[in-house]
């Protein structure tokens, strides 16, 4: 059996290798691409500069994505882990995948799962709940999914094709009703290429995709809407069956505004031996290759849409303090090269507490991959607190600064939401500002 330094050797070896230089694309790139010079004109209540002003910039957000699933709000059985889970999730997170399961949202034709009270179902919270939750705590709702061909309701399964379409037409009203306009942005179809090869009958259509982006235009004319597929970015190639998928719908005109890839790097949920577990260990190894990684984003950025690594799953390859360490490597190496990419808009962990996670059956078990960011007891393991790290000190502006005799003040940062303060006679003032990558114009802020 491999030991715990050769894992780790053949892991970051391809990184280590050349090292410098893929230091120097990620640093640039984050420069490049994350980071611009704010210019804003201090004026008092009267509109007159106001020069020689000390003043306190501090970012309180990032316009970068970053969340995981909320699969687990109030889903623990003991109420301290609930109350633990929501806070961590907005200490950690300004992003979450919301459960919109069609089979879990309406096991009885009729009857959906949307309100606080809706009756319980594992890992699938009520999505009025979490949507309420992301309303309180500053944080990005998005959906999962519209159509996704497995989790079909058993009563609607076995529907003629065109009787089932209409369904989902009912499904896609009943949620632009109730939830139009507070989300951050759609998943429209899920895995179609996964499931079409399973033998699934809508995601074998031919127009599948045409169909469901269409009908999502008509009936949320306003939102952003994404096309999701199980498919790891360091594979990505001109000839993938996902890339190739998207460009010819883009070729007919299919209203795609985002791509998401999935990066889980499930090593062990299907072994059964030691032999078998080896085997997926090393297996694994060329997705933590940033020469596979960069390869994978260019070539999907080439489609000139933004992306998404909308499903990220990290294994731990045991339970030792080394076995957590490596976990946090490899994240960090992976947020770095997603978060210098310039066509990447947002990242989602997947699932975040160990021995929560889904499994279909005794060949599919997520929860031998230890892929969480948080121990079993809601406690943060070194790859959470590395998250925390690059997005709260390395990634993030901070500083004082005094403005000019035109009450104009400037300085470089990370785009994203700042509180801006000034602090006059003993007194405290501050304004909130939005500091994105196409702020154009100064900001003219009253203090």
Not at 44 to 54: A, C, I
Not at 308 to 331: K, R, Y
Request: one cysteine or more; hydrophobic letters at 35%.
């Amino acid at each position: 059996m491999l030991t715990k330094s050769e894992i780790r050797d053949m892991y970051m070896q391809p990184y280590e290798s050349k090292k410098d230089e893929y230091d120097k694309r990620i640093a640039e790139g984050i420069e490049a691409n994350r980071k611009g010079n704010c210019r804003m004109q201090i004026l008092d209540t009267e509109g007159r500069p106001v020069s020689g002003l000390r003043v306190h910039v501090n970012q309180i957000d990032h316009a970068f994505r970053h969340g995981a699933n909320i699969f687990m709000l109030d889903e623990f059985e003991n109420e301290a882990y609930n109350t633990e889970y929501r806070r961590l999730f907005r200490e950690y997170f300004n992003l979450a995948t919301v459960p919109f399961f069609w089979k879990d949202n309406e096991r009885e034709e009729g009857n959906p799962r949307y309100a606080k009270d809706s009756p319980r179902i594992y890992r699938r919270p009520p999505t009025d709940l979490c949507v309420e939750y992301c309303d309180e705590n500053g944080i990005l709702p998005k959906l999962h999914c519209l159509v996704y061909d497995e989790w079909t309701p058993d009563w609607a399964i076995n529907l003629p094709l065109p009787e089932l379409k209409k369904k989902y037409e009912k499904r896609f009203r009943e949620i632009a009703e109730r939830y139009s306009g507070r989300m951050y942005e759609l998943e429209v179809i899920n895995e179609v290429l996964r499931l079409k090869k399973d033998g699934y009958r809508l995601s074998a259509e031919p127009d599948v995709i045409a169909w469901a982006f269409g009908l999502a235009r008509e009936v949320f004319p306003n939102e952003t809407l994404l096309i999701n597929e199980a498919a790891m970015v360091p594979w990505m190639r001109t000839e993938d069956p996902y890339y190739l998928l998207i460009r010819d719908n883009l070729q007919k005109g299919v209203s795609i505004d985002k791509i998401v890839m999935q990066n889980q790097l499930y090593t062990g949920v299907g072994a059964h031996t030691p032999e078998e577990y080896e085997r997926d260990i090393r297996n694994g190894v060329p997705v933590n290759d940033p020469e596979n990684i960069f390869r994978g984003l260019d070539v999907m950025a080439s489609l000139g849409l933004p992306l998404e690594i909308g499903e990220v799953t990290v294994p731990t390859f045991g339970e030792t303090e080394e076995d957590e360490q490596l976990q946090a490597d490899m994240l960090r190496l992976w947020y770095s090269i997603w978060f210098s990419h310039p066509a990447v808009e947002s990242v989602l962990y997947w699932n975040t507490p160990e021995g929560y996670a889904h499994s279909f059956n005794d060949n599919w078990v997520e929860n031998r991959v230890r892929g969480g960011l948080f121990h079993h007891d809601l406690t943060p393991k070194k790859s959470a607190l590395m998250l925390k790290k690059l997005f709260d000190e390395e990634w993030h502006t901070e500083g004082e600064y005094v403005t000019d005799t035109d009450g104009i003040l400037e300085f470089r940062g990370f785009f994203g939401k700042y509180d801006i303060a000034a602090v006059t006679d003993g007194k405290q003032d501050s304004r909130q500002i939005s500091f994105q990558r196409h702020t154009a114009a100064p900001v003219s802020l009253v203090l």
